[in-house]
């Protein structure tokens, strides 16, 4: 097993705010500091904790525009396709999914005109058959976090 109980308290303190010490996550938990220390480098090496880093404001950056693309892809390339999304600065989510759609893209943009040349160079990939661009009026949920 991966992880045990004592680790998702220790997960979900991480989670409310990465920048915890291992001495504050310790007092709260009831636990040494040497256990926290111990159990973070060990989520760390099996892989349940991917990296630390800071959740941003995306429209106080200048990146007000939320946009989902969904995409039908000749079957043999969707792979090629999603690592390609992937390298996008732009693009925050990559889903592999079922149903009429094979991708779902989800992009952070500042403008319509950066939208626009994201859409046209993403229609260059010839693989790609079809998409659908939807543009979010409101963001009412926007969490990464897993609540356990």
Do not use: C, P, W
Not at 28 to 33: E, I
Not at 52 to 57: K, R
Not at 81 to 95: C, D, P, Q
Not at 108 to 115: A, G, I, P, Y
């Amino acid at each position: 097993m991966l992880y045990d109980e004592t680790d998702l308290m220790i997960l979900r303190e991480l989670q409310e705010d990465a920048m915890t010490s291992y001495r504050d996550i310790a007092e709260k938990l009831n636990l040494s500091v040497g256990t926290v220390h111990n159990r973070i480098k060990r989520l760390k090496e099996v892989g349940l904790i991917k990296s630390f880093s800071a959740i941003v404001d995306a429209e106080k950056l200048g990146y007000g525009l939320t946009a989902i693309v969904l995409m039908q892809v000749e079957g043999e390339r969707i792979v090629e396709v999603e690592e390609r999304l992937a390298t996008s600065k732009s693009i925050i989510a990559v889903y592999d999914t079922t149903g009429e759609f094979d991708i779902i893209a989800i992009g952070k943009f500042k403008n319509r005109e950066d939208l626009n040349a994201f859409i046209k160079d993403v229609l260059k990939i010839q693989s790609i058959k079809r998409t659908v661009t939807s543009i979010a009026l409101n963001v009412v949920k926007e969490d990464l976090r897993i609540r356990f």
